[in-house]
């Protein structure tokens, strides 16, 4: 029993790790980097980061639905304390994120970053849970296959 908590506890802390370099690495390290250019292109690739960061972290670190949310929720509080004077346009006013920085747009961007997280986080781990589940069953029958 005590193994078993300490286990979830690694595991809960190896999630939050994970969320929070990759924070650390869209809020702190790339855009003082000269890669970063604030373009439409910067943005993009965040976003299919964060859109494929669920991926790996169902498959890689195993994690399940609360841990993922409380990841995105940490990723989400960071991202509120320090976004780095509006990287990647958010907070900012305006269709392309051009405009003047609010901390309204702030709250709102990461309300629906949250929400568009989850989301995404159950459909694709709905999908991985459905491939281990055939994939399980296919082995089931491949053994009875050479079993008999």
């Known amino acids: 029993m005590v193994k078993d908590k300490k286990t979830k506890v690694v595991k ?17 390290i790339f855009p003082h980097t000269p890669f970063y250019s604030d373009s439409i292109y910067d943005r993009v690739t965040r976003i299919l980061m964060c ?24 990723y989400n509080l960071c991202t509120y304390i320090y ?21 309204e747009y702030l709250l709102s961007y990461l309300q629906v970053t949250l929400i568009i997280y989850v989301i995404d986080y159950y459909i694709i781990y709905t999908i991985v849970f459905i491939i281990r589940k055939i994939r399980e ?10 079993n008999s």
């Open 12 to 28: 809960f802390l190896k999630i939050m790790t994970a969320y929070f370099v990759l924070y650390l690495f869209h809020f702190v």
């Open 83 to 103: 976004n780095a004077n509006a990287a990647y346009g958010i907070g900012r006013a305006g269709f392309f994120m051009t405009g003047d920085f609010k901390e």
């Open 51 to 74: 859109l494929l960061f669920p991926l790996v972290d169902i498959i890689k670190l195993k994690s399940n639905v609360l841990f993922g949310t409380v990841g995105i929720c940490l």
């Open 137 to 146: 069953y296919l082995k089931k029958k491949e053994e009875e296959r050479w």
